[in-house]
């Protein structure tokens, strides 16, 4: 039974370690009880939802879309994430229209939900045009950061400099993206994708039934792990991890 595999699976990690599990819809409710159990549920992290097929299957009715990776810590307290480069699209959304010498940027409403006294300030754009936070927030920070971020030319007010407060965010300051639980295909790829890669490494009729795209395993190594760190895939199958380690 799947119990004393996931059970040793557990001894093994290090403290701040975790597992990476996948799982489809008929196993996902059953093994989420067993990790609860071997891990306690305040050692769940995220159930990921992987877009593993680019269309739907015509001989099913409702056919499945997506597979389960379900994580857990070793311990939460101490388990930590890294964060996740950004695709080429997002990149390409980072301009530079006023020529600021950092480079590339974006930019972000600089007000935030909420009513925080000292927040509420009135502030005046370069062009002079005065605003107050809009109904039912604040601005994201004091009056003396707002100062600072203006002397610095980390704000942007439009290009007559009477638009309403966005704060900058560089392309050479971004240390990467937060992952969140939905992985399109587009992002990690899909079933076809690696059929591709497998049968292109040991032949079509070698090949193995449910691999796994590379992109998808580079993403839950980029999160999960870093150099020098121990990455065991216990049933190894198709060798995709040790390919992509």
Known sequence: TIFP???LLRDLLAEDGAIW?????????????????LFGRKNFVASVVWQKRTSPDARIHL??????????????????????????????QYKNPDNDPRGPWV???????????????????????????????CWVNLEAEFIRLCTEGRMWFGKDG????????????????SSWTWWPNVEVGHNQEAKKEINKLFGADNAFETPKPERLLNRIL????????????????????????
Request: proline letters at 7%; charged letters at 20%.
């Open 107 to 137: 930019s972000t409403d600089f007000s935030a939900q909420g009513w925080r006294p000292n927040q509420m300030y009135k502030l005046r754009t370069p062009g002079g045009t005065e605003y107050e936070p809009p109904p039912g927030r």
């Open 162 to 177: 009477n638009g309403r407060p966005r704060v900058k965010t560089y392309l050479n300051e971004n240390s990467g993206v």
């Open 222 to 245: 980029s999160i999960g792990s870093n150099p020098g760190d121990l990455v065991l895939d216990s049933f190894l199958g198709s060798g995709t991890t040790a390919a992509v380690a």
């Open 63 to 92: 056919g499945p879309a997506h597979d389960y990776i379900l994580v857990y810590a070793k311990n939460i307290c101490q388990v930590i994430f890294n964060r996740i480069t950004l695709t080429e699209t997002q990149t390409n």
């Open 5 to 7: 595999r996931v059970e």
């Open 21 to 37: 599990i996948s799982i489809d819809d008929n196993e996902d409710p059953y093994l989420r009880v067993i990790l609860d159990e």
